[in-house]
């Protein structure tokens, strides 16, 4: 049997969790929408930009859905700052080892979105810290 925490976060996580979850949606639109033309000023192949878009709308809608809790479950809100800290990483690796063919404005733009995706693993998890410490 397992149980999950659940805290009143206050209104900084759950805006944390929203701002994620919409800037992580509009974003993954772009991925779709742009996939063909982004190849050769970032050397993001469609192969890749689609399921990157694809899976960014999926995990738009569970951050979404995290943030409309009443109580934030604490398993989830962890999982949100695990997910975001190992989405950074890899993000960092994709720019450093050429596992996708990108050029200097490519490499660029995932260091910047590694950055950001970042931010919100070190905001969701002050939050989280926060309202397990109030609890």
Do not use: C, K, Y
């Amino acid at each position: 049997m397992t149980t999950t925490i659940t805290f009143d976060s206050g209104p900084g996580l759950r805006t944390a969790l929203r701002v994620d979850g919409w800037s992580t949606g509009v974003f993954g639109v772009f991925l779709l929408a742009t996939a063909p033309l982004l190849r050769e000023p970032l050397g993001l192949p469609p192969a890749w930009s689609v399921p990157f878009g694809v899976g960014m709308l999926g995990g738009a809608a569970a951050l979404l859905l995290i943030a409309g809790h009443p109580r934030l479950p604490s398993r989830l809100v962890a999982a949100v700052v695990a997910v975001n800290a190992l989405s950074a990483v890899i993000m960092v690796e994709l720019a450093v080892l050429d596992l996708i063919p990108l050029t200097n404005r490519g490499r660029a733009f995932m260091l910047a979105g590694a950055a950001f995706v970042a931010a919100f693993a070190v905001l969701e998890f002050a939050g989280l810290r926060r309202g397990q410490a109030a609890s």
